[in-house]
């Protein structure tokens, strides 16, 4: 009865304050929809509507001619082909080193496993810098190959550590070591009870990675020199940030029939834009609402000190 | 697999253990039983020493004239020469304020929001608008830095950008966002918070799940409203979080956006854009100046260790909450 008759005498403030919650919630989700919503509608609405600032919600004059172009343009064509095979391999190779090392850190009878852990957690605090992994990079001969973009971010210590941590709290004990009195291997062990009980931690690892994979600019800015292997986002760089709108980045379409039907360069440009960062963004965006609580839960597992 | 182990811990009361085992048996033999482990480790390890340990012996071209034909041991010692030039240098301390500045700003304004927005989700009641909320706002965190770079040039073009007409249509004179140096820390300020304020919000709704209702329930029948019970009990829940989030900040303040920052410098904006991690990549890898990027980037790194030692000693003598 009391709690009841508190409830109700307090509810005027309490209401009052919960429409503040709901109002705070609406305008945050206005002020982060809006820009995104923007660039989808821009991405098909006449450049010139575009340009004047009569397109600010919904698209107008509507036109397909900026996916043509982006589909014509042959530098993004090589640009995606490229940062979807960096992407795969790179998220392999990520996979492969991580997973092992994260499971044998986890195992309590491992004899020197906090050694390596004190190795590898020194590496957080301290770094070499830029100029000296650029030399070390050179040294190793990987100046303007995919070893560059791969090898130097083949594990992050945050991943590693949010994989052991998984492997400590919820592959059960017992199990390894039922499995191991049954003569099971490491090895085995490994591959056959622990992995196939870990789908989760692996669907966050593979995502973390290759969403980091696929939105990286800096490494390629620093040690790649051939345009030819450029991944997606230095192309995005070019046409975006650059704005280099020559015949090459905007592609032949300059003299096709789109060129004819805009009344000039700039428009054309401005029209790309809006596309290319739809077609870039989009795989990610559209895939990630599905996806969101296995990022969520990778987040969680990272925030339990371990 | 519930079964499974239940049957298990019944082995557990019966047989000894192989770890159980393990523990008594000799250093030698506990490290021939797990060999394979170290086959897991390896690759990983050798990674570290390639890509981290490496680069920290490389370090010491700092004190060095490096010369590639010399390779870094042979390289000639030259002490604390590249340090000095940098601290007597006319840029020094446009450098420093701009680094710091950025930082702080960014700090002042990006932190506090995703603790309000979680307290905001905590409170709404779970649905559809609440999932939606949450989705839209967690979904600028995947837009990479190049595309985020490349809408903020856009949005603020003074010939057609939309936030220019908008704010023309409201009726304020809308300044040279891009290549005004005054508005340079804002802009970058402004869109960081935009795309990383959501997803800030999952760690402190992980903390916000541990709240005792007991806790709600007694201030309740205390008459307390909704706005005290969230000020009194949920906020105190989530402090220690907030202190341990509030030291990693600390700890990579002059590490700060290297990659945004870097795109959205223009010659116009320099003054106010320049930080020591653009300095060190334009004088070490496009001016080649190897040593003296490399000591200006290790300046860099002792400043940034020693203030997060700082601020985790702060937080340890004030809150009891710290990193170790």
């Known amino acids: 009865m009391n709690v009841a008759d508190s409830a109700i005498k307090s509810s005027r403030g309490d209401r009052l304050f919960m429409l503040g919650v709901y109002v705070f919630l609406c305008i945050a989700l206005i002020v982060v929809l809006y820009p995104l919503l923007y660039i989808l509608s821009a991405s098909i609405s006449s450049p010139k509507l575009v340009n004047a600032g009569e397109m600010w919600l919904l698209p107008k004059g509507i036109t397909w001619d900026g996916y043509t172009l982006v589909f014509q343009n042959s530098k993004i064509w090589s640009g995606y082909l490229n940062t979807i095979i960096y992407t795969v391999l790179g998220t392999a190779l990520n996979l492969a080193v991580t997973l092992p090392a994260a499971y044998a850190l986890s195992r309590s009878d491992f004899v020197g496993r906090t050694l390596f852990v004190i190795i590898i957690l020194v590496t957080m605090f301290f770094n070499g810098g830029l100029v000296p992994t650029y030399l070390v990079v050179k040294d190793l001969h990987l100046i303007n190959t995919m070893g560059a973009l791969i090898l130097p971010v083949a594990v992050s210590v945050w991943n590693l550590i949010v994989a052991r941590t998984f492997f400590q709290t919820t592959i059960p004990r017992e199990l390894q070591e039922a499995a191991q009195i049954d003569g099971c291997t490491n090895l085995k062990l490994f591959v056959r009870v622990v992995l196939p009980l870990s789908f989760p931690i692996i669907a966050v690892m593979a995502l973390f990675y290759g969403v980091g994979h696929w939105n990286s600019y800096l490494p390629s800015l620093l040690y790649l020199n051939d345009d030819a292997k450029y991944p997606l986002q230095m192309v995005l760089r070019q046409i975006l940030v650059l704005q280099e709108m020559t015949a090459e980045t905007t592609g032949a379409a300059i003299s096709g029939d789109i060129a004819k039907a805009m009344n000039s360069k700039a428009e054309t440009a401005s029209l790309l834009k809006y596309a290319v960062i739809v077609v870039s963004t989009l795989p990610i965006i559209a895939v990630y609402p599905f996806l969101q609580r296995y990022f969520v839960q990778g987040v969680m597992i990272g925030s339990v000190k371990g | ?324």
């Open chain 2, 1 to 324: 697999m519930k079964a499974q182990s239940q049957q298990v811990q019944a082995l557990d009361g019966g047989l000894p253990l192989p770890t159980k085992l393990a523990e008594r048996a000799s250093l030698g033999k506990r490290i021939r039983r797990n060999w394979e482990l170290y086959l897991f480790v390896a690759p990983a390890l050798v990674y570290f020493v390639l890509f981290h340990y490496l680069p920290m012996y490389g370090v010491q071209i700092a004190f060095k004239n490096f010369m590639p034909a010399k390779g870094i041991m042979d390289s000639p010692w030259v002490g604390f020469a590249h340090f000095e030039r940098f601290f007597h240098s006319y840029y020094f301390w446009d450098l420093i304020w701009n680094t710091f500045g950025i930082s702080l700003y960014a700090l002042a304004v990006g932190f506090p929001l995703p603790i309000i927005l979680a307290l905001a989700f905590n409170e709404a009641k779970n649905g559809l608008f609440k999932k939606t909320v949450q989705t839209v706002t967690y979904a600028p965190h995947f837009i990479s830095v190049v595309v985020m770079a490349g809408m903020i040039i856009t949005f603020l073009s003074p010939s057609s950008g939309i936030v220019i007409k908008i704010m023309a249509w409201v009726g304020i004179d809308a300044p040279q966002f891009l290549t005004d140096p005054r508005w340079f820390k804002t802009v970058y300020v402004l869109s960081e918070v935009w795309q990383s304020a959501g997803w800030g919000t999952i760690i402190y709704l992980a903390a916000l799940a541990g709240v005792d209702p007991q806790l709600h329930e007694a201030a309740i029948v205390d008459g307390a409203s909704r706005f005290k019970r969230v000020l009194h009990i949920n906020l105190p829940t989530i402090v220690p979080t907030i202190t341990i989030m509030l030291i990693l900040n600390m700890g990579n303040i002059l590490g700060v956006g290297f990659e945004k920052i870097l795109l959205l410098q223009n010659s116009l904006n320099m003054e106010s854009s320049d930080v020591i991690s653009t300095f060190v990549y334009r004088t070490g890898l496009v001016d080649a100046q190897y040593s003296f990027s490399t000591a200006v980037g290790l300046f860099n790194s002792v400043i940034n260790a020693i203030l997060l030692i700082l601020v985790n000693r702060i937080a340890k003598r004030t809150s009891e909450t710290s990193l170790w």
